[in-house]
């Protein structure tokens, strides 16, 4: 987000809707660090964009106030991650805070024969997902299952990895640099992985350093936000919601337009030679923005006519 932030130095975010940019620490929970910023600044709402494992650091971007409306169409976004992985050793939760399960002192002879094996795992595959997990079975969360001992059947996932680099080899630990596609779990990437190397392995440090359009860089330290008076925050770590939504396509409506939106009501013939319509493509998501800059709501277009699917503004 960084090329694009003409963003003040400081902003009052109390009352504002959009997107935060937090650096979540080690050993919190994506829920726990999100309900404190939330009480914190005493947002209306608050929800996070895809959950960090306790053990993981770095960015988690929350939906604050009329932004939580925008997480439908920031969910799926791609991540980016720096990830250890530790050889040798395999725990039950496929990461550093489990029970081990085996460990094999017989390593990989080179990083060549590393790379190699790491270079199968990218591109598009199944995925199964870990026990200890938050997804849901009749319910309830397949990591209280896991606690009580139990294992279920789990169904295979796609998942892309995009690029898959190793950045460092210090046996028994490897650097990896990984983007994927949303849902893709990095702990099961690195047991996979140590399966295929025949030493097992697990994940022993995760920071994620983007997702989606939101960068390490724009962050701001969880710790840090909670020191400071409720509302202040560098500009850099807050993205307003028609901002938010940086890749999306956007047209600009006049105020007949604004009010058709607003009410729910479809634009056709003349009224879709707003600046912009005529770039329009069918069955593509486009952000429905007033004169004066407000997002008033997302449409999309398809039989020449543009047909509102959310609207945000009254």
Do not use: W
């Not at 190699?116 to 309830?140: D, H, I, T």
């Not at 440090?205 to 939101?214: D, K, M, T, V």
């Not at 409506?253 to 009501?265: I, Y």
Request: charged letters at 25%.
């Amino acid at each position: 987000m960084r090329e694009n932030n003409e963003r003040a130095a400081f902003v009052d975010v109390r009352d504002r809707d959009g997107v935060l940019i937090a650096d979540k620490p080690s050993g919190m929970s994506s829920g726990f660090a999100c309900r404190r910023v939330q009480r914190h600044f005493g947002f209306r709402k608050a929800g996070h964009l895809g959950t960090l494992d306790p053990l993981a650091t770095g960015v988690l971007p929350l939906c604050v106030n009329d932004g939580t409306r925008l997480a439908q169409f920031l969910m799926r976004a791609d991540k980016e991650y720096v990830a250890t992985m530790h050889l040798g050793i395999v725990t039950d939760t496929q990461d550093s805070q489990g029970c081990v399960l085996s460990a094999m002192d017989s390593l990989p002879a080179s990083a060549d024969e590393i790379r190699r094996v790491c270079e199968r795992f990218r591109g598009e595959q199944l995925q199964v997902p870990p026990m200890y997990s938050a997804l849901k079975r009749n319910g309830r969360p397949l990591y209280e299952l896991a606690r009580r001992g139990e294992t279920v059947e789990r169904q295979q996932r796609p998942v892309t990895v995009y690029a898959l680099e190793v950045t460092a080899v210090d046996l028994p630990d490897v650097t990896l640099r990984v983007h994927c596609s949303s849902g893709t779990y990095v702990r099961t990437l690195c047991h996979d992985i140590g399966r295929a190397l025949g030493c097992g392995a697990h994940l022993s440090a995760l920071r994620r350093i983007r997702s989606g359009p939101f960068e390490i860089g724009d962050a701001l330290a969880l710790e840090e936000a909670l020191g400071r008076v409720p509302g202040a925050v560098p500009g850099r770590c807050f993205v307003p919601m028609r901002a938010a939504l940086v890749d999306m396509p956007e047209i600009v409506l006049d105020a007949e337009c604004a009010r058709k939106v607003c009410n729910g009501v479809q634009l056709a013939g003349p009224e879709l030679y707003a600046p912009g319509a005529q770039a329009l493509q069918r069955g593509v998501r486009i952000k429905l923005v007033a004169q004066d800059g407000r997002l008033l709501g997302i449409g999309v277009y398809s039989a020449d006519a543009l047909r509102p699917v959310r609207v945000f503004a009254h």
